[in-house]
């Protein structure tokens, strides 16, 4: 398991003709529960494309699920589109006939191009599925919030967010709600999305400033927020940053790892994407487990406490956060492993 080139335990290639399905299941994971992650549908330039993206998110879970202190392994499917879909409910039920005969290691959520709708046909082949019926953005808004709060905390040893100018790149279900959450905290705001118009509007309802998507990025400000695509901060974005703490939404924030190193030799404290906006999978497994609102509250809340410790060892031990958060992820792992042999193999990986 490891976050960029992951081992996988087991991968499913599944091909049915017939109904014209192409898919991969990616299985990282399975140590801490069963494999938890989504099933996204879309166009890829090539399988091997497919399989490379399906075990990259799918280790990512595994790291999710394992820091947010959730039972679940890490696991991640894509559905391959070449052209438009002649029969959608003939696919997602032999995807779902792939899924049943994983026999309950791996367990779909919603992700990019499928629905909850969607999951429920998947579900009807017989597989176990996770659905989120209800919209997790609020929850994983609100675990970043704490996340951001709590960094804020650590590096400038206040206690509130009153003037702190947060950047938020994405005003979608996770980022509006994040940056009304922010502006209600007292924080100044500078706002950025590819919908103008949605930007406009945010904007005028908050007292925000709004720059353009391409310059949020280089803005002036204490923290940036990623609340869109993946892959933002790269060896030529963070040549231009000038927030001194990242923390925020979006998956797969840093294009490469070694960004981390560089962030940590400039003094920007860097919180991992998988430990702040591990709200969602949270959300899904309260669902499951009948939490009560105010149980799943408090776990999604924890995410700040899991960033401040996540920062703190991170300055101490002279490690990037990224090396903390996932070092600790892993050792939950390793510790939970049934295998005595298997675990010392695990830890000296
Ligand atoms: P969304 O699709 O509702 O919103 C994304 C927003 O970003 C849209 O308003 C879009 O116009 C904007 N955008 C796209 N490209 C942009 C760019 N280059 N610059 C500025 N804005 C851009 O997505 P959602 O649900 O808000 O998720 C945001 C991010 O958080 C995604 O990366 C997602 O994978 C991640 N995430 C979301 C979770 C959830 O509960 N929705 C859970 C965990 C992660």
Redesign the pocket.
């Known amino acids: 398991m490891s976050t960029f080139f992951p081992g996988t335990e087991q991968l499913v290639l599944c091909h049915d003709p017939r109904a014209g399905l192409r898919a991969v299941i990616a299985i990282d994971d399975s140590t801490l529960g069963p494999a938890l992650g989504g099933v996204r549908m879309r166009a890829y330039p090539s399988e091997e494309a497919a399989v490379t993206e399906a075990r990259r998110l799918a280790a990512a879970m595994t790291l999710k699920n394992a820091a947010a202190d959730l039972p679940y392994g890490g696991g991640k499917s894509v559905i391959l589109v070449d052209g438009p879909i002649v029969d959608r409910e003939a696919l997602l039920r032999s995807f779902g006939d792939f899924v049943r005969r994983c026999d309950g290691t791996y367990l779909p959520g919603v992700d990019m191009g499928t629905s909850v709708e969607d999951l429920a046909i998947v579900g009807e082949a017989g597989a176990e599925v996770a659905c989120d019926e209800e919209d997790?953005?609020p929850w994983?808004a609100l675990g970043v919030f704490a996340a951001l709060r709590e960094a804020v905390r650590t590096v400038d040893a206040r206690d509130d967010l009153d003037g702190v100018v947060v950047a938020v790149?994405?005003?979608?279900?996770?980022?509006a709600r994040l940056a009304r959450l922010l502006a209600d905290a007292g924080a100044r705001l500078v706002l950025?999305?590819?919908?103008a118009a949605?930007a406009a509007s945010l904007a005028e309802e908050l007292g925000a400033t709004v720059v353009g998507?391409d310059a949020?990025t280089g803005v002036e400000c204490d923290v940036l927020a990623p609340?869109?695509?993946?892959r933002v901060l790269d060896a030529t974005t963070v040549g231009r940053l000038r927030a001194r703490i990242v923390a925020g939404?979006?998956?797969d924030v840093l294009a490469d790892r070694r960004i981390a190193g560089v962030l940590a030799e400039r003094g920007v404290a860097y919180v991992p994407d998988f430990v702040a906006?591990a709200?969602?999978v949270i959300h899904i497994h309260a669902l499951r487990a009948r939490w009560s609102p105010d149980r799943l509250e408090e776990a999604v809340l924890a995410i700040g406490e899991r960033t401040a410790d996540v920062l703190a060892r991170a300055a101490a031990e002279g490690r990037s956060p990224l090396e903390v958060a996932e070092s600790t992820a892993r050792a939950r792992i390793v510790r939970a492993h049934p295998d005595p042999a298997a675990r010392l193999r695990r830890a000296a990986a």
């Open positions: 997790p953005a994983t790149q994405g005003l979608g279900h996770v980022g950025a999305d590819v919908d949605r998507p949020i609340c869109a695509t993946a939404a979006a998956n906006n709200g969602g």
